[in-house]
């Protein structure tokens, strides 16, 4: 239910902007191609979580291709990144999906941790109140931004999907 961005992956010296800096592939060290999925829950292989690490403007729902993740309907979900290594970053971004055009599902409310080696322990950097139910939202769909209150150093990023809008 979300597609993922994150900032700050420290190409400053580039001279790229963060958004330019995640989807690049011509900065070695430096962008989604580094990015791992260690673990994740998922609706099924067609809605893995390595569909987050993409940006559109429109979720595509085919056959068996999709460009964003699902978790399994009416159950709370998480999904772990390894950023490929330490990065300092302020703000995570991201799209609060809606399952394309069957607008059954959103994230509600979720939280963020951050951690050096991908284990305990886990600091909490979001706690989102609640989202706005995106199943409602015109198409294409925000990119939500979140600001931390300072920023954090971290390798792996966790995601926990606490409640949710319509199936889950």
């Known amino acids: 239910e979300v597609e993922w961005d994150y900032t700050d992956c420290q190409c400053q010296e580039s001279g790229m902007n963060a958004t330019d800096c995640l989807r690049t592939s011509k900065l070695s060290g ?17 809605f893995s979580v390595e569909n987050l690490l993409t940006r559109q403007d429109q979720e595509i729902l085919h056959e068996n291709e999709t460009n964003y993740w699902l978790a399994s309907s009416d159950k709370t979900a998480m999904f772990i990144l390894n950023l490929g290594y330490k990065q300092t970053f ?43 139910d995106s199943r409602q939202q015109e198409d294409p769909l925000p990119l939500q931004t979140f600001n931390l209150s300072e920023k954090a150093t971290a390798q792996f990023i966790k995601f926990e999907l606490k409640s949710w809008w319509g199936l889950g």
């Not at 430096?30 to 067609?46: F, I, K, L, Q, R």
């Not at 951690?115 to 609640?130: C, D, F, L, N």
Request: with cysteine; glycine share 8%.
């Open 30 to 46: 430096c962008g989604s191609e580094n990015v791992a999925v260690m673990h994740g829950d998922e609706y099924g292989p067609t």
């Open 90 to 132: 302020d703000q995570i971004r991201l799209i609060n999906t809606h399952n394309s055009g069957l607008r059954n599902r959103a994230t509600k409310e979720f939280r963020v941790f951050v951690s050096q080696k991908g284990t305990e322990p886990w600091t909490m950097v979001i706690y989102s109140r609640s989202l706005e």
